[in-house]
């Protein structure tokens, strides 16, 4: 089993839906929750970033994180066609030392007109 | 210029040809980051390194070198690379390596080897 699971999709939505993207993982030992969007051509940028568990909300965006179900979602609102993009989950644990992020494989989004 | 930059944008060489990659941050970070990126699979770390000493290396091929010379700038030197090795070269940085900390990507480089 992988250690981040998250469905590639595509996901195809029209303008103006709810979005819900998702991601299951196995290691009761993350704590930091992020979510990255990632244009065609571009390196990914953090969108939200959560740590333990509980909801976060940035605008059209919402971050949950259900730790005791070991899954992570991020809600868009009133998608536009500019939120057409790859989008990344990525967790790691509480540590004293480097920084060793976990990505899931990201779910390509395509919000059409 | 600000935030992380990455030289070349695209690269193509041949199995036997030596080439670097470069990443230079302006964030004032103290770590860096050589991650792979190929299609359909999640993002790979290749290299940490905080204050320019590398503190993981991920097992990566020693057809794959880094060189942090200073907190700002990172270096991948390529050599007798194979068609597998395709893929999205991303570099990052963060403020200090630690799990708290905020990746800021770069725009990658598309290297080809054939």
């Known amino acids: 089993q992988k250690e981040v699971e998250q469905d590639p999709g595509p996901l195809s939505v029209p303008e103006g839906a709810i979005v819900s993207l998702n991601c299951t993982y196995s290691?009761?030992?993350?704590?930091?929750f992020m979510w990255y969007r990632q244009y065609s051509r571009k390196g990914p940028e953090l969108l939200m970033y959560?740590?333990?568990?509980g909801n976060k909300e940035d605008g059209r965006f919402t971050a949950q994180v259900d730790k005791s179900s070991k899954y992570i979602s991020l809600f868009i609102r009133d998608s536009q066609p500019s939120d057409s993009a790859t989008y990344l989950c990525a967790m790691s644990e509480v540590s004293g030392g480097s920084y060793i992020p976990t990505f899931g494989r990201g779910t390509s989004l395509i919000v059409h007109p | 210029e600000t935030g992380v930059t990455q030289t070349p944008r695209h690269l193509v060489m041949g199995m036997t040809n030596k080439k670097s990659l470069k990443c230079e941050q302006h964030?004032?970070?103290?770590?860096m980051y050589w991650y792979k990126q190929s299609a359909k699979k999640p993002l790979e770390l290749m290299f940490v390194y905080s204050l320019e000493e590398r503190v993981e290396n991920n097992s990566v091929p020693s057809r794959f070198s880094p060189e942090c010379p200073n907190s700002s700038h990172l270096f991948l030197h390529l050599h007798t690379l194979q068609p597998e090795d395709s893929a999205l070269y991303l570099c990052a940085s963060s403020q200090d390596g630690q799990g708290s900390d905020t990746q800021y990507f770069g725009p990658g480089t598309r290297l080809t080897v054939l």
């Open positions: 964030l004032g970070h103290n770590a």
């Open positions: 959560t740590y333990s568990s």
């Open positions: 290691n009761s030992a993350f704590q930091y």
